[in-house]
Structure formats: structure tokens, C-alpha cells
């Protein structure tokens, strides 16, 4: 349902509480009082006391209780307090204490108290107590109460208190309270409380609370609190608190709290906290978080704590933490931690330097600590600590280990390596296992089929077995 069907539905049903039916131009009435104290038939404009007439018009103040059995005339003054019933329509400039309706209550600028109509509630002013129609209440201004309606709820001010609509209710300023649609709820202004909507619920400005759509939930503003629906939830601003949506929660600034979808996650704005995905959760700034994904997670900024992901995790910057991945792992980045893959990723690049489909396993500017992958490492600078892959290790250098059962290369070795080929194009402090071992600068232990020292001299560069140097 549109926010302009149900506009235009709620003011064709409450045009009808201020036309002015055509009725007898009564101004006669039979008075039983005392100073205006007592009881009234007809059409008195003042009167403490039981008034009865068939259709007002013109009426000043009537205290006490006014009934009235049809379709009012002019009243633009008039004011009720006490018990106002109308087989029609009671109606009056204010209304205040009870007023009940067959079919519209209606005050042109003021209604307080308990109003019940049939059809229609409505007030051109202010609207303060407890308000029940059959089909819709309307207030022109603000609403503070309880606001119950077959259909919908309109407020063309702020609410602070209860609203209830069948279908839907739309507030045009701030809401404070709890506000309920069978089918939506909107407010133009900021959500402090509770607002749900069986397929909507859209907020034009900030929530604090719970913002719940059987559907969707749409915030303009910022968030804090939780926010909940069946399919997606979107903010414009920065989120807090808990975010639950079946397929995906997309805030358009920082995201801090938890964020469970059932497809993706995405922030604009980064993300700090808990992010659980079906599919995959995207950071477009720093990510300090626990993230768990069914397929990928993409970071365009640094991520720090833990990362899981079915198939891919992709860094944009440094990496700290925990990741592990049953893909790959490429970040643009240092890795720092504990990073771990499995079989890979294919991803697809259209670039200067690469076109069409390419491999990764681990990649990244450098590693730290503990770096593990199922087939491929190629970390561009430096490895610190321990590596190992299940097919070969490339790196600009290694401080600490490495071991990998195909080939190990890197420029500089500083510590141990293991593999068939151990390659290193440049210096090697330390020592290497493996069948073939070559070293351009050995200044260690090479053990292995065939070991080459590329700054021994002849006979001893290459050696079975053991080959040795030392500076």
C-alpha cells in the first residue's frame, strides 16, 4: 500500500465529518434551567446541564452532555465538555471528556479526552486521550494517547503514545511510543519507541528503539537500537544496536552492533561488532569485528578480529586478527595473525595487468605469525613467522619458517625451509631441506639431493647430500 493510496483513502473518509449537511434550521429550544443550569430540547447555544437536539448549529458551550441526533450544521465556536453523543455526528470546535459517534466524531481544533466513532475520528487541531474508530483517525496536529483505528492512524504533527491502525499509520513529525500497521507504518520525523509494520515500516528521520517490517524497514536517518524485517533492512545513516533481516541489512554510514542476514551485510561506513551472513558481508571502511559468511568477506579498508568466509576474504588494506577461509585470502595489505585457507578462489580481473580468470590462494603485501594455506601463498615482501602451503610458498623474503612440499621461493631466507625446491634468488641465512636446494648466497646449510651455493667455488657449489657456507 502506497503512502499516497492511503493518504488520499483517509481524506475522502474524513472529508465527510466536516460537511455540513443541509438540516432544519432549528433555533428553538425548550429550556428547563436556571442561568443556563438544567435541561435543554433543541437547539440551545448554552447549557450546563442534559442537552437534547436533533441537529446543532451555532452552538457556544454546552457542559455537561449534549445529544444530538443528526447531521450538525455550522458550528465554528462551539465547545463541549462533558459527554458528547451523536447518533450522526458530534461536533464542535472542541470536544473535551467523551465523545461518541454512530458514524464521525469530528472537532474542528481541539479533542481530549475519549473519543469512539464509528467511522471516523477526527480533529482539525490537537487530539489528546484515547481515540477509537472504525475505519480511521485523523489529527491535524499533534496526537498524545492511544489511537486505535479499523484502518489507519494519521497525524499531521507529532505522536507520543500508542497508535494502532489496521492497515497502517502515517505520522508526519516525531513519534514517540509505539505505533503498529497491519500493513505499514510511516513517520516522516524521528522514532523514539516501538514502530511495526506487517509488510513496511519507514522512518524519514532517526529511530531509537525497535523499528520492526514484514517485509522491509527503511530508516533515512541514523539508528540506535534494533531494527528487524522479513526480507531487507536500509539505513541512510549510521546504525546501532541489533539489525535482523531474512535477506540483507545495507546501512549507508558505520555500522556498530549486530547484524545478522540472511543473504549479505553492507556498510557504507565500515562495520564494529558481530556480522553473521548467509551470503556475504561488505565493509566499504574499517571492519573491527566478528565476521561469519557462507561465502565471502569483502573489506575495503582495514579488518581487524575475526574473519570467516565459505570461499573468499578480500582486504583492500592490512588484515589483524583471525581469518580463516575454505577459498582464499588476498589482501592489499599486511596480514598479521593467524590467517588460514583452504583450496582457493577463482576471481575474475579486467585490468592493465591481468584479463580474465585468476587463481589465489593466500595473497597479500606481507605476513605475520602464522600463515596457512591448501595450495598457493604468494606474499609479496616478507613472511614473519610460520608458513606453510600445500603446494608451493613464493615470498619476497622469509624471517622464521616455511614449508611447503613442492617449492619454497623467495629473494632472502632467514630462518628454516622445507620443500622439493627450496629457490632462493638472493641470500640465505639459515637452513634448507629438501631435494633441490639452491641458494645464490649461502651463508648457512643446504641438506638435500642437490644442494647449489651460488658463492661457493668449484667443486663445492653444487654438492649432494650436504652443502655448506659460511661467512
Known sequence: MSRHFLAITIICISLSAFVSHDAPADTGSLDLTVNDYGLSFGNSPRLRGLRINFADQDVEEVIGVNITLWQPGDNPDAVVKGLAVGLMVPQADELRGIAIGGGVVAANSYLSGLAIGGFVVASGGTTEGISVAGLANVSDDEFTGISIGGLANVSGGDVDGISIGGLGTVTEGDLSGISVGGLATITEGSVDGITAGGLATIIDDNLSGIAVGGLATVIDGKVDGIVLSGLGNVTNGPMSGISAAGLATVSNGQLDGIAL?????????????????????????????????????IVNGEATGIGIAGLAIVGADDMTGLHLTGGGVTSAGRLSGITVGGVGMLSYEDNEDEEGLVYFGIEARSAKWLTVHGIQMDIADEIEGFAASGIHIRAGGIVGMAVSPILVQAHELVGFSAGAVNYIDGVQVGFTLGIVNYAEQLNGIQLGLINIAGNNRSPFRVLPIVNAHFD
Open 261 to 297: 542476514s540472511g543473504l549479505a551485510t553492507v556498510a557504507d561506513g565500515g562495520i564494529s561488532g558481530i556480522s553473521v551472513s548467509g551470503l556475504a558481508t561488505v565493509s566499504n571502511g574499517d571492519m573491527d569485528a566478528l565476521s561469519v559468511n557462507g561465502f565471502a568477506e
